[in-house]
């Protein structure tokens, strides 16, 4: 009609091309990141770059390392969600859980401001700007913790909390286990190298020694020598060992003797690696660095005897991969032989390269530690998979028991019926 009035339609773009908009942001920023940090590193003098980029390393390595580790559990969580694998029962979480949806986006933000802080670091420092460039880490530190012990009711609280609850149950295990006390306890067992520079990212920047080079003295409180290093790095297979004699304590099982035994064998890794700094270098190539590669090979094959023998179920290695709607993954993973002989020689490689990463005396080599420490989180990773799914079977035949016990059979039912027949 003459004068009528046309609504306007809000015309939206696809979520394919909003995926592809921010993919290629995504790929802007970490060019610029890349191209400033280079630039920021060149302007430095030969002799100094090396100890900066090590003391740069060591403030934000941890930090992507536990973004890697948060992207690969999304990646768990999705594979779960197309799978016959209830991962919400298994660990006992709310309706309100995360998806691995909502787990990439807090992924993705992390992976953000890291490297943005980093960056920053690397620019104020190479300009002279030390102040600012020693505040860069100590907020961002501050910031990530505000932000994970907030009381206010944003950033996912029930999830929050739910995590510190779990984390502080591991650290006092006075209760019964349960799976997912366990279950975080060996993850942060792949994370002990983490929690090592973290202790001494935090030593640092108490002491006010970031963007300094007071910690390159080897016997200073922060240094190379600090018997804090062993202590932090032995704290996870501590914990998980006392979460075995707790388990011990209720059950009664033997096997909960043999898995302690099992985390108690990274304890003389460690220490013995740690004497390298504190006794004279002949005592150590003749006789503790022996001990240390004969620990070292005991740890990595008896964990490695663990995880087949007793976290997985090798009769049903690949039916995590059975999708409710088949696709490509599905054709390219289950049933698949392959994916039996790359499990097994993965972990078993992965486990003994592990111990590198556990040696204090080898953690200058800190570009090796770190694709190590990456490994080492993939492989975690890859035992996810196995381990829930595992546990998953475990609960659905002991309900399965449950429900044939309380049916009456054949015989009791024709009992019943000759009881009430008349004649």
């Known amino acids: 009609m003459k004068g009528a009035v046309i609504p306007a339609v809000a015309i939206m773009p696809s979520p394919l091309f909003l995926w592809r908009f921010k993919a290629i942001l995504f790929l802007l920023w970490g060019l610029c990141c890349c191209k400033i940090g280079w630039d920021s590193v060149m302007r430095m003098s030969a002799d100094l770059r090396d100890l900066f980029l090590y003391e740069a390393f060591l403030y934000y390595n ?7 580790m948060i992207w690969l559990w999304g990646v768990n969580l999705w594979v779960f969600a197309q799978s016959s694998v209830n991962y919400a029962k298994v660990f006992d979480l709310a309706q309100t859980h995360l998806s691995h949806r909502e787990i990439w986006r807090c992924a993705t933000w992390l992976t953000l401001i890291v490297p943005t802080s980093m960056t920053a670091y690397l620019y104020l420092y190479s300009h002279g700007e030390v102040s600012l460039a020693a505040s860069q880490p100590v907020l961002l530190y501050a910031i990530l913790l505000m932000i994970l012990f907030s009381p206010f009711d944003m950033f996912y609280i029930s999830s929050r909390f739910y995590f510190l609850r779990t984390v502080w149950r591991i650290i006092l295990p006075l209760q019964a286990i349960t799976f997912p006390d366990f279950f975080l306890a060996d993850i942060f067992t792949s994370m002990s190298k983490v929690f090592s520079d973290l202790e001494r990212s935090v030593c640092r920047m108490v002491n006010r020694q970031v963007a300094t080079i007071a910690w390159f003295e080897a016997d200073s409180i922060c240094g190379s020598h600090s018997i804090a290093i062993p202590l932090a790095l032995v704290f996870p297979y501590l914990c998980r060992f006392f979460q075995c004699l707790r388990q011990y304590k209720d ?5 909960c003797l043999l898995n302690a035994l099992k985390y108690s064998t990274a304890v003389p890794v460690i220490f013995l690696s740690a004497l390298k700094y504190h006794v004279f270098p002949e005592q150590w190539v003749s006789f503790y660095r022996p001990l240390w590669l004969i ?9 490695f005897y663990w995880d087949i023998k007793r976290d997985w179920d090798l009769s049903i290695l690949t039916r995590i991969f059975m999708f409710k709607n088949p696709s490509i993954w599905t054709n390219l993973l289950y049933g698949q032989n392959w994916v039996f002989y790359w499990v097994l020689g993965s972990n078993l490689v992965l486990r003994c390269t592990w111990t590198y990463k556990l040696s204090a005396h080898l953690r200058h080599n800190y570009l090796t530690v770190f694709t190590i420490a990456a490994l080492e989180i993939l492989r975690r990773w890859q035992w996810v998979f196995f381990r829930v799914e595992n546990e998953w079977n475990k609960m659905t035949a002991k309900q399965n028991l449950e ?3 309380d049916m009456p059979s054949e015989g009791d039912r024709l009992l019943e019926s000759s009881n009430n027949h008349t004649v």
Request: charged share 10%; hydrophobic share 40%.
């Open 295 to 303: 620990s070292s090979v005991i740890n990595s094959l008896y964990s």
């Open 403 to 405: 429900m044939s016990s």
């Open 62 to 68: 941890p930090l992507l390392l536990v973004a890697l």
């Open 251 to 255: 059950t009664k099982e033997k096997t």
